[in-house]
Nanobody
Framework: QVQLVESGGGLVQAGGSLRLSCTAS?????MGWFRQAPGKEREFVAG????????YYIDSVNGRFTISRDNAKNTLYLQMASLKPEDTAVYYC???????????????????WGQGTQVTVSS
């Protein structure tokens, strides 16, 4: 069983930056960030594979968000810059503890989920 603890959300003006953190209590292979805005479905935002160091971003955040990890701290980060009001959502980290070299982009592929952290971008 892996527990994920998130932190770092908040309120920021458009154009600003925030960094989200997610600390895992056990070993994982792929981790990702998802978000869900009010009235919308949850969507994959970015992912990283611990083994391959590969990363993947959806088009709408590519170039603005950076996903990274600190192996020593077993912590995943999402650095968000040039934030837009449409980035407003609850952000969730997710982890896949099954051996993999890939980066799943769908929710059911991830076994473990964080509690979510609110990101609000004002215009």
């Amino acid at each position: 069983q892996v527990q994920l603890v998130e932190s770092g959300g908040g309120l920021v003006q458009a154009g600003g930056s925030l960094r989200l953190s997610c600390t895992a209590s056990g070993r994982t292979y792929a981790m990702g960030w998802f978000r869900q805005a009010p009235g919308k479905e949850r969507e994959f935002v970015a992912g990283i594979n611990w083994l391959s160091s590969r990363t993947y971003y959806i088009d709408s955040v590519n170039g603005r968000f950076t996903i990274s990890r600190d192996n020593a701290k077993n912590t995943l980060y999402l650095q968000m810059a040039s934030l837009k009001p449409e980035d407003t959502a609850v952000y969730y980290c997710a982890a896949d503890a099954a051996f993999s070299m890939g980066i799943p982009q769908t929710g059911p592929a991830y076994e473990y989920w964080g509690q979510g952290t609110q990101v609000t971008v004002s215009s």
